[in-house]
């Protein structure tokens, strides 16, 4: 069951588990509590690298999740409310910190993730995921991701296209083409 929230300005699409969503951003969470740069910014750019590169290379949906284009960059439409069932149970915890110069939320997990609803490969390609990415602080990750194809071609505040991804500049791709 997914949990309606009235300030989601996404539409639920049928492949959209919630709680797939919500265990697969607690994942994430735990496997970046020591990484002082991955406050919320950071983590949204994760999860959208994370899902729209394993769409790249697999042509499905790792979470299914929605995107939309902001200014800072790609965000998760369901991430407050997955943050706020994620508090409500004890799962993890909200901090604010100053990073640099910066105001930062950040999150912690108070307990290990459920990771029933990934296979041992899905697990192996968002720990890839989080390696490559977690090393960017906000703006450099918010730079980059404007530069990937979904987040262009999007209109502002609107849905990222999970198929646009085909069209990558070489440079943000992850899956090898063969030359045609």
Do not use: W
Not at 20 to 30: A, E, N, Q, T, V
Not at 35 to 62: A, P, Q, S, W
Not at 87 to 108: F, L, P
């Amino acid at each position: 069951m997914n949990p309606k929230h009235t300030d989601n300005p996404c539409e639920e699409s049928s492949e959209f588990d919630f709680n797939k969503f919500k265990h697969f951003l607690h994942y994430i969470i735990s496997k970046t509590n020591n990484h002082g740069n991955v406050g919320k910014t950071v983590l949204f750019k994760i999860l959208y690298f994370t899902d729209f590169n394993y769409y790249e290379l697999f042509e499905e949906k790792l979470s299914g999740e929605t995107y939309l284009k902001y200014p800072y960059g790609p965000a998760p439409c369901d991430f407050d409310v997955a943050i706020i069932a994620l508090k409500e149970e004890g799962s993890i915890k909200e901090i604010e910190s100053n990073y640099g110069i910066y105001r930062q939320i950040k999150y912690s997990s108070n307990s290990e993730p459920d990771t029933s609803k990934f296979s041992k490969e899905d697990l192996e390609f968002i720990d890839q995921s989080i390696s490559t990415y977690s090393k960017f602080n906000a703006t450099k990750i918010s730079d980059y991701s404007h530069k990937d194809t979904p987040y262009v071609v999007a209109e502002d505040f609107k849905e990222l296209d999970y198929e646009l991804v085909f069209y990558r500049d070489p440079s943000l791709s992850v899956r090898v083409y063969d030359d045609e």
